[in-house]
């Protein structure tokens, strides 16, 4: 069959892309119960002070709602749209208030520090505009900003504990462990991976050898007895966006391992997963978004 590009107005007004990097995505995706389901499956003690990186985060929304909820030290979010990534720090200052830092790297934190630096000097020259409280004496003092918590020794309460990365997870070159946003942490491995609704993109990008690569980059990524948590779209969903572009026309037509496949694939020696367990449906109320949730563990060192 010929390739015949095919975009809906929808595609248009999102600013479709060919590696599904809407800018709207959770506006149209409605309510989202994938957070809750995990809970009600006791993936607390997974998430809980461990290192996680969310893959294809968006703009932020699942990243931040699990650093809230679950409290991990770090949740790292990547994706591929620097513009995306943007976004997603613009909305994570949001739960920061009028202070909130851009995460992104020490290049941001020399610039917040600098322009801390500069403020403080305004309040000394001309008096401080800072919240007051009177003294037993009847004297003010300055109400003093709560710190981050644990910061001392590189630990972080919500939402300091989120930092948020542009990169394609298939780059080899890209680095994403603990040790490149944390001070005195030489750790590079996360205890848990997080991949909602992202392996239809990488699949129809770079076909069967994209998709392997990148189980095995998560794999390697993950800690012994690390947790990799799976969103993945069914082969139904790959049908709707073949022909985003005459690549990705392309790529489909090649595709040999459908999304069934993925199960037996990741659980194999050539990855090495150890278990397997399928949550069901979160029970989304948009059509075409209640997906399985898949968990798998990597094994114990032995």
């Not at 461990?50 to 790292?76: H, W, Y």
């Not at 613009?90 to 920061?96: A, I, P």
């Not at 680095?175 to 001070?183: I, T, V």
Request: aromatic share 12%.
């Amino acid at each position: 069959r010929r390739f015949r590009m095919k975009r809906s107005s929808k595609d248009r007004e999102e600013g479709f892309e060919e590696r599904g990097n809407y800018a709207r995505y959770y506006g149209y995706r409605g309510s989202d119960r994938r957070v809750a389901l995990l809970q009600a499956h006791n993936v607390e003690s997974d998430f809980q002070g461990s290192f996680v990186l969310d893959v294809g985060c968006n703009f932020g929304k699942m990243t931040i709602e699990l650093a809230q909820t679950f409290s991990p030290r770090l949740v790292v979010g990547v994706d591929v749209d620097p513009a995306i990534i943007k976004n997603a720090e613009v909305y994570l200052r949001g739960f920061f208030g009028r202070k909130a830092q851009s995460l992104s790297g020490p290049r941001q934190r020399k610039r917040q520090k600098a322009e801390e630096t500069s403020e403080k000097e305004e309040q000394q020259e001309g008096g401080s505009m800072e919240e007051t409280k009177s003294t037993e004496n009847g004297e003010e003092e300055e109400e003093e900003e709560e710190p981050l918590r644990g910061s001392d020794n590189g630990v972080y309460g919500f939402p300091h504990n989120i930092r948020f990365v542009a990169g394609d997870i298939l780059d080899d070159a890209l680095r994403l462990g603990p040790s490149r946003f944390l001070p005195r942490v030489e750790d590079d491995c996360f205890g848990v991976v997080t991949c909602f609704s992202v392996t239809k993109w990488i699949h129809l990008n770079h076909g069967d050898e994209g998709i392997k690569k990148f189980f095995r980059s998560v794999f390697d990524l993950l800690k012994p007895g690390g947790l990799l948590i799976l969103e993945a779209q069914p082969w139904k969903s790959y049908n709707k966006n073949r022909h985003a572009s005459e690549h990705i026309f392309r790529v489909y037509k090649s595709i040999k391992m459908r999304p069934t496949a993925f199960p037996d694939y990741l659980l194999s020696g050539e990855i090495g997963f150890s278990q397997f367990l399928d949550l069901g449906k979160p029970g989304a109320e948009t059509r075409g978004f209640n997906r399985s949730i898949w968990l798998f563990r990597k094994a114990e060192a032995s």
